[in-house]
């Protein structure tokens, strides 16, 4: 038998099938663009992603004809929900997290319930990207598609229930829609009576690897799966992604995702203090291994500021441009410091995006070194969180990496040296596939618990240990960076 580990990303979906022991057997992508209605409206159009996901698990299923897919879950971003009917039909778009719409009542619900009181019932600071100030919009804004709506669902259950899955959320991305008690596993009673909205229109909350049912068989025949295929609730983007590189709960480990996002997440085996928490501006949120949270922060500036400096530099017609860029990167350390603010940044600061800046370039320098800069600040700018932020981030000692950034062995080698930490790289580096096709597995109560499955699962294809001659070079061109950083 073999496991599906459905993803849902921000610019595109995946089927990957995996084996019990975590080889990769198939995987299939389709690309979707945001819908943009109107200037800063951004919407994504479930019935066209729904299509191009079935397109990927037909896909797949062909291709392991020889193993079939006997479970599967689903990993996706956080935030956005799907109304649906009771009957699954789609009755609207999905509002995206950076979509503007719903501040006005962030700051009414501020009127009744501080900052902390939110914090400590969900986890989270209140903020316009959160799915509940979307729902206000259009119970406010489109009533009629309100009225109608059986239930908002998070795209891994959007997915789970178009599947042949009964109607649920798992705690990952409920803990995304600023309406979930973390502490009590439940929609807020609370936060649901100040806002007003409907506690029916949510559907029931369920932990990541609860048995959800069985693909729909004439949808299984369609999509050339075999009877009774496991629907597995599965789990925010990052969690599963987390999950997937191995990292264990309560471990000094933390995950380390190179994608278009920088982002680090640590596990803990309990709820943190929150007021600690809340004081670091870090978010709580329920891991997809019951029992465990994760919190994380981000860059945005991570390949994306890649992509543009291969935009830049390379003509647009080279398909191995990122390769002959890399190519480039020398054991040369510069003077070029570049602040990686160029896009969002999470904790502790927040900053919108208009924030980067390049300092040190000379007409001396070539492509290599501006990009080896780049790398290092994205570095940079980890470590200067760490040093913010001390808490839950003191005691990592290992990093798993993933994403494609982590198939550069000299942007991990930068990572460790200005770090200071060792790094591990996976065989599989796409984690959030994995980690849905681990959750699958759990589904099926193949294993006793998700460290045996992650021991049978994730397997090691490179361990970086820091450059210690660089250290000192480093530790001054830090102190550099953080003058610059704070002007």
């Known amino acids: ?80 929900m799907v109304p649906v009917s009771e009957d699954g039909r789609i009755l609207g778009n999905s509002i995206l997290g950076s979509d503007p719409r719903g501040d006005e009542f962030i700051n009414k619900l501020l009127e009744s319930c501080s900052s902390h009181e939110i914090f400590r019932i969900t986890g989270n600071l209140p903020g316009t990207f959160f799915s509940m100030s979307k729902i206000l919009w259009i119970k406010k804004y489109r009533p009629e598609l309100y009225l ?109 995702a190179m994608g278009t996002y920088i982002c680090v997440a640590p596990v803990f085996s309990q709820i943190p203090d929150v007021d600690s928490m809340f004081a670091n501006k870090l978010h709580i949120e329920h891991h997809v291994v019951p029992g465990s949270f994760i919190t994380f922060i981000y860059t945005q500036s991570g390949g994306a500021l890649v992509k543009w400096l291969r935009q830049m530099f390379m003509p647009a017609d080279k398909k191995d441009a990122y390769d002959l860029l890399f190519d480039e990167i020398t054991e040369n350390l510069s003077d070029i410091i570049i602040i990686p603010k160029f896009g969002a940044t999470g904790p502790p600061d927040f900053f919108s995006g208009n924030h980067g800046c390049i300092s040190g370039l000379s007409l001396n320098h070539s492509r290599g070194d501006i990009l080896r800069a780049a790398l290092e600040g994205m570095s940079f700018y980890v470590r200067d969180c760490f040093e913010k932020l ?98």
């Open 1 to 80: 038998m073999s496991l599906l580990g459905i993803d849902i990303g921000t610019t595109g979906c995946k089927s990957v099938a995996f084996s019990l022991t975590g080889d990769q057997l198939a995987r299939s992508y389709r690309d979707y663009e945001i819908v943009e209605s109107k200037e800063g409206y951004a919407e994504f159009d479930p019935a066209e992603i729904w299509k191009k996901v079935k397109e990927t698990i037909r896909d797949v299923a062909k291709q392991t004809s020889d193993d079939p897919v006997q479970a599967l879950s689903v990993s996706s971003l956080g935030e956005a």
């Open 148 to 256: 109608y709506t059986s239930y908002f669902l998070a795209w891994s259950d959007f997915i789970c229930f178009m599947l042949g899955g009964i109607p649920s959320t798992n705690y990952s991305l409920a803990c995304r829609s600023l309406l979930f008690d973390i502490n009590n596993c439940t929609w807020s009673e609370e936060l649901l009576n100040i806002t007003g909205l409907d506690k029916t229109k949510f559907a029931p909350p369920l932990p990541s690897g609860t048995l959800l049912g069985y693909v729909n068989e004439k949808l299984a025949k369609h999509l050339h799966l075999g009877k009774n295929v496991s629907i597995v609730s599965g789990g925010h983007d990052q969690c599963c992604a987390v999950l997937g590189s191995g990292v264990k709960s309560g471990s000094k480990a933390a995950m380390y």
């Open 390 to 487: 001390k808490g839950p981030f003191n005691d990592i000692d290992l990093f798993f990496a993933n994403g494609g950034g982590s198939v550069s062995g000299k942007w991990l080698q930068i990572t460790a040296d200005i770090l200071g930490k060792t790094i591990i790289r996976n065989k599989i580096t796409e984690a959030s596939s994995l980690g849905a096709a681990i959750i699958a597995r759990k589904g099926c109560k193949l294993f006793a618990t998700f460290d045996d499955s992650i021991d049978s699962m994730v397997k090691k294809d490179m361990i970086i240990y820091p450059d210690l001659s660089k250290k000192e070079f480093y530790d001054k061109k830090f102190e550099q960076y953080k003058i610059i950083s704070e002007r």
